[in-house]
């Protein structure tokens, strides 16, 4: 099983997402969480997944000189990424409406990057889902807005929450991925480095 093959590592997560905190432990690893605060911004020119990956690297760099010999330490970064342009985080009410509005009736990326840091290699990978809402209507999108408060969700929702329930007709790849973590790249990836 993975966590013996980690027995003699010690794996830092570098997100507060309660979500990602929450899949480490179903997936029954031992870990610390340390946060390292970074500026999130990107190059103009990357598009999904490249921005993505930049910034679960980026996210890494602040840990720069801090890892002992047997850390493993992961950073990741979800976009959501709908008709060539990336919905990040809302800011505030207004910004989430107007990100759910763009998001209704379409089909939309949810790319997750994961950055694997150790002392001396870096591994980064990313998975993709395909996620298709119905037309949501005025109402639904701002009774979401004005009761789950989305603002820490990449694309102003989660789907895992009550818009998922209601408006997600379809989705093509892991749904761990939607929610902040593709759990079953993270497992693989850990098992490769490990030696196995």
């Known amino acids: 099983m993975l966590k013996e093959k980690l027995a003699?590592?010690?794996?830092?997560l570098a997100s507060e997402s309660p979500r990602r905190k929450q899949f480490f432990t179903d997936?029954?690893?031992?870990?610390?969480?340390r946060i390292k605060s970074v500026e999130e911004t990107y190059p103009a020119h990357l598009k999904g997944?490249?921005?993505?990956?930049?910034?679960?690297?980026?996210?890494?760099?602040a840990f720069h000189g801090d890892l002992n010999a047997n850390a493993i330490l992961i950073t990741s970064d979800t976009v959501v990424w709908c008709n060539g342009i990336s919905l990040a985080k809302?800011?505030?009410?207004?910004?989430?409406?107007?990100?759910?509005?763009?998001?209704s009736?379409?089909?939309?990326?949810?790319?997750?990057a994961v950055c694997f840091t150790t002392f001396d290699a870096q591994v980064v990978k990313n998975h993709t889902t395909h996620v298709k809402f119905k037309d949501?209507?005025?109402?639904?999108?701002d009774y979401y807005v004005?009761?789950?408060?989305?603002?820490?969700?990449?694309?102003?929702?989660?789907?895992?929450?009550?818009?998922g329930l209601i408006g997600i007709e379809e989705i093509k790849g892991s749904y761990?991925?939607?929610?902040?973590?593709?759990?079953?790249?993270?497992?693989?990836?850990?098992?490769?480095m490990t030696g196995n």
């Open 8 to 12: 003699k590592y010690s794996i830092i």
């Open 27 to 33: 997936l029954g690893l031992d870990f610390e969480v």
């Open 49 to 61: 997944a490249e921005i993505a990956d930049y910034l679960a690297c980026l996210k890494a760099t």
């Open 90 to 103: 809302a800011a505030h009410t207004a910004e989430a409406v107007k990100m759910l509005q763009t998001l």
């Open 105 to 112: 009736g379409q089909w939309h990326e949810v790319i997750t």
């Open 136 to 141: 949501l209507t005025k109402a639904e999108i």
């Open 146 to 163: 004005t009761t789950y408060q989305p603002f820490d969700k990449a694309g102003a929702y989660g789907i895992q929450e009550w818009i």
């Open 176 to 192: 761990t991925n939607v929610v902040g973590l593709p759990t079953h790249l993270v497992y693989n990836t850990l098992l490769e």
